[in-house]
């Protein structure tokens, strides 16, 4: 089984996040993409997040438009930060060992890696879809993964990073949407439209329960 996970605190869900899982999805023929929502982020102040069941719902919501996507709860069922290298540990197990995983993550994000709990241990665990950007040189890449430490070579394209694991890193190019989920939050903060940004039925959630006001 080939499967993808996107990560996030998804506060909310727009169509960004969705447009990429799909994409992502056609490229590597996944069978499906879960979609995480982080229930303690490691990195961010809790307190200023919305409630972790209301953003579970809206992503939901959002990928009950699509076969191929669904949201999960497994950062929702355990206590303490919500770190990466647990999460795919559980989801290995889940889906046992034959499990071909692709971490899917923007360049900016994946540059943080360092910061992340045995972020080493990852790279023998899961194969990463790094979304890049426009103005990122190639030089730039290949410096970072050398700063790694680890055993990568590249792949038949200057876009791939093999590791001695098995596990790859694959640089890919996404339809750029210029969607934020602070830019949304403010949007309904002003009142202002939030049409187009997030999916009618995620709209209809958020006001519904009043959510960012």
């Not at 930060?81 to 034959?98: A, F, H, Q, V």
């Amino acid at each position: 089984m080939r499967l993808g996970i996107l990560g996030g605190t998804f506060d909310p869900i727009h169509f960004g996040h969705l447009r990429l899982a799909e994409e992502m999805c056609e490229e590597f023929s996944l069978s499906k993409v879960l979609l995480i929502p982080c229930a303690q982020p490691p990195h961010k102040d809790e307190s200023i997040i919305t409630p972790y069941p209301e953003r579970l719902e809206m992503a939901k919501i959002a990928v009950s438009y699509s076969s191929y996507l669904e949201a999960s709860d497994i950062e929702g069922r355990r206590k303490g930060p919500s770190y990466s290298i647990e999460t795919i540990n559980i989801i290995k197990n889940l889906y046992g060992t034959d499990l071909d995983l692709f971490f899917i993550l923007g360049i900016d994000t994946f540059k943080e890696i360092t910061t992340w709990k045995n972020y080493k241990e990852l790279f023998k665990l899961t194969s990463f879809a790094v979304i890049d950007r426009p103005g990122i040189q190639k030089g730039e890449i290949n410096s970072f993964i050398e700063s790694l430490g680890l055993d990568f070579k590249k792949g038949n394209s200057e876009d791939i990073f093999i590791n001695s694991s098995g596990c790859s890193i694959y640089f890919k190019r996404a339809t750029l949407m210029d969607i934020s989920s602070t830019k949304i939050r403010q949007n309904i903060k002003t009142g202002r439209s939030i049409n187009y940004l997030v999916p009618d039925r995620v709209k209809e959630y958020i006001l519904r329960k009043d959510i960012y006001k």
